[in-house]
């Protein structure tokens, strides 16, 4: 049982294929207060994703509207597709319960723009080695996919002193435990700012 007042928003960003997903669902089975920010994307659904589940699966054209709406908290292009957050779920969901986003750099640096946010930043890495066998053992994405990700890999760390937490995910249980602690600081003593690398 957590005893914090104010509900926080947990940003885990990594590069492509260091297993946030898996880790993303691990911490929601945990804390049932949390609910996963699931974001807008012009991406094609993968055989495994389900729509409104894993993503809002949209077209360009309506990514498009969004964003000249103003809908978005934040939005990125990734990998030749787009990404963003809708401020509506955001702004309801927290009055009620925590959120964890899985997003990237771009995403992170938009949404620290809004100060009134209680956001913890997190950064996993991993290394490069370790990282090309998970992107193809996980088998979802294309050769040429896979060949743009592990490449980007580079450019996305360059970003990790954004963020208040870097954690090495070597072992997926080490790095669960490490985010427990994380959410539980935060959540019983929020003011303690020391904890953060920043
Ligand atoms: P994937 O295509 O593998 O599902 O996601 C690719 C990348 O997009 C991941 O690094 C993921 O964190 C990021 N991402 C997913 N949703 C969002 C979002 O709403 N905003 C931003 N900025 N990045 C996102």
Redesign the pocket.
């Known amino acids: 049982m957590l005893h914090g007042k104010e509900n926080i928003m947990v940003i ?5 294929g260091v297993g ?2 898996t880790l993303t669902k691990k911490i929601q089975q945990k804390y049932k207060n949390f609910k996963i ?1 699931v ?3 012009t ?1 094609t659904p993968r055989s495994n994703e389900v729509d409104g589940v ?2 809002h699966f949209v077209s360009k054209k309506k990514f498009k509207e969004l964003i000249d709406e103003k809908k978005f908290y ?3 292009k ?2 030749e ?1 787009y ?3 809708l401020k509506k779920y955001v702004d309801e969901t927290i009055k009620e319960n925590d959120i964890l ?4 750099w ?3 640096k ?1 949404l620290s723009k809004y100060t009134n946010l209680n956001l913890i930043k997190i950064y996993l890495i991993t290394n490069k080695a370790e990282l090309k066998s998970r992107l193809i053992k996980r088998n ?1 994405n294309t050769d040429e996919e896979i060949k743009k ?1 592990f490449n980007s890999f580079d450019e996305d760390i360059l970003h990790w002193n954004d963020y208040d937490y870097i954690i090495i995910n070597k072992n997926l249980e080490n790095c669960f435990r490490q985010i427990e602690k994380i959410i539980e600081i935060n959540k019983i003593t929020p003011n303690i700012s020391f904890q953060k690398t920043q």
């Open positions: 885990l960003s990594s590069p492509s946030k997903t920010s974001s807008h994307t991406r894993d993503y934040e939005h990125a990734i990998f597709n990404y963003g957050t986003f899985d997003i990237d771009q995403g992170t938009q979802q990700r």
